[in-house]
């Protein structure tokens, strides 16, 4: 925990921090009637029941100094998929530069095809969050900005439309981005989570 907390604190020069992580399993959910919009004296109305059209996975990386994305859409979120973003991360990044990149402790971080890819890759560098720890990764916090902001009271009638909503949202999160900023020591976080 604490060289996560230190990374965020005090990133290290000449060198990108992600925080990297799946969104899996979003919902393309459609309403089966429209919103009912406010009125003065009368809440929002929406139905209970909705339509399941499919499911996709946003994997995600969140780049900690300016909070710009990069991001790719798969059906599954295996370690397959995990190198492909990986690959993704690293056509996204300067060549020069060293990458810390912050995950959680989810099994497709850790399989023989993740360590093969890292060790050809010196300049990559990987953090594991601790057991229960996967709030101290940044991109959690965006992941709960889109589904507050974007998913949440959405309606998608195919994955295809949900993946374009999300795209869009993510083009405009990185024209507007806006860096979460930690303020809390390692000390100071562990004091109301146990490890």
Same mark, same amino acid.
């Given at each position: 925990?604490?060289?996560?907390?230190?990374?965020?604190?005090?990133?290290?020069?000449?060198?990108?921090?992600?925080?990297?992580?799946?969104?899996?399993?979003?919902?393309?959910?459609?309403?089966?009637?429209?919103?009912?919009?406010?009125?003065?004296?009368?809440?929002?109305?929406? *139905? &209970?029941?909705?339509?399941? +059209?499919?499911?996709?996975?946003? !994997? %995600?990386? $969140?780049?900690? /100094?300016?909070? #710009?994305?990069?991001?790719?859409?798969?059906?599954?979120?295996?370690?397959?998929?995990?190198?492909?973003?990986?690959?993704?991360?690293?056509?996204?990044?300067?060549?020069?530069?060293?990458?810390?990149?912050?995950?959680?402790?989810?099994?497709?971080?850790?399989?023989?095809?993740?360590?093969?890819?890292?060790?050809?890759?010196?300049?990559?560098?990987?953090?594991?969050?601790? *057991? &229960?720890?996967?709030?101290? +990764?940044?991109?959690?916090?965006? !992941? %709960?900005? $889109?589904?507050? /902001?974007?998913? #949440?009271?959405?309606?998608?009638?195919?994955?295809?439309?949900?993946?374009?909503?999300?795209?869009?949202?993510?083009?405009?999160?990185?024209?507007?981005?806006?860096?979460?900023?930690?303020?809390?020591?390692?000390?100071?976080?562990?004091?109301?989570?146990?490890?």
């Amino acid at each position: 925990m604490r060289d996560i907390v230190g990374l965020c604190l005090n990133p290290p020069d000449h060198a990108l921090v992600l925080g990297v992580d799946e969104k899996s399993q979003i919902q393309a959910l459609d309403r089966t009637q429209p919103l009912l919009p406010l009125q003065p004296g009368q809440v929002e109305r929406g *139905t &209970h029941d909705y339509k399941r +059209n499919g499911t996709t996975s946003l !994997f %995600a990386a $969140l780049e900690l /100094k300016t909070s #710009r994305v990069i991001s790719q859409f798969h059906r599954r979120h295996r370690s397959v998929e995990f190198h492909r973003f990986l690959d993704v991360i690293e056509a996204n990044v300067p060549v020069d530069m060293d990458v810390h990149l912050i995950v959680d402790n989810y099994g497709t971080h850790k399989t023989a095809i993740i360590r093969k890819w890292l060790a050809k890759r010196p300049r990559f560098h990987i953090h594991f969050t601790p *057991t &229960h720890g996967s709030w101290l +990764n940044l991109v959690e916090r965006w !992941f %709960a900005e $889109l589904t507050n /902001k974007r998913i #949440r009271r959405g309606a998608f009638p195919s994955v295809r439309k949900l993946e374009a909503a999300i795209l869009e949202y993510i083009d405009v999160h990185n024209e507007e981005s806006k860096p979460f900023v930690w303020t809390r020591t390692a000390d100071l976080s562990t004091q109301n989570r146990n490890f």
